[in-house]
């Protein structure tokens, strides 16, 4: 089992930049497919990125791709969201999520989750 803490959102201007940073406990965080979602207002839930084990191979949402980056430090049980070109349709709570068995950009097949972080960018 694992538990995911997010940090690092807040407001933002439309061109800014912020990084997020989801903390996982326990020592198997390698063993876990990672990845971000995100929710807007009103909206489902939708994947932004993912990343596979060794951090070795990322997977991007269209709409994010060439602003975001993901990556992470095994080492540190963490994985960052590098947010660039931010614009007011990126606003929406950022969640990280963990499975066991991946690659899946369905959200209904993470078993773990964060409690979310607000990401809010403003025009």
């Known amino acids: 089992q694992v538990q995911l803490v997010e940090s690092g959102g807040g407001l933002v201007q439309t061109g800014g930049s912020l990084r997020l940073s989801c903390a996982a406990s326990g020592r198997t965080f390698s063993g876990y497919y990672m990845a971000w979602f995100r929710r807007a207002p009103g909206k489902d839930r939708d994947l932004v990125g993912a990343?596979?084990?060794?951090?070795?191979?990322?997977y991007y949402a269209d709409s994010v791709k060439g602003r975001f980056t993901m990556s992470r430090d095994n080492a540190k049980n963490t994985v960052y969201l590098e947010m660039n070109s931010l614009k007011p349709e990126d606003t929406a709570v950022y969640y990280c999520a963990a499975k066991r068995v991946g690659p899946s950009y369905n959200p209904a097949s993470y078993a773990y989750w964060g409690q979310g972080t607000q990401v809010t960018v403003s025009s």
């Open positions: 990343i596979d084990y060794s951090g070795a191979n990322t």
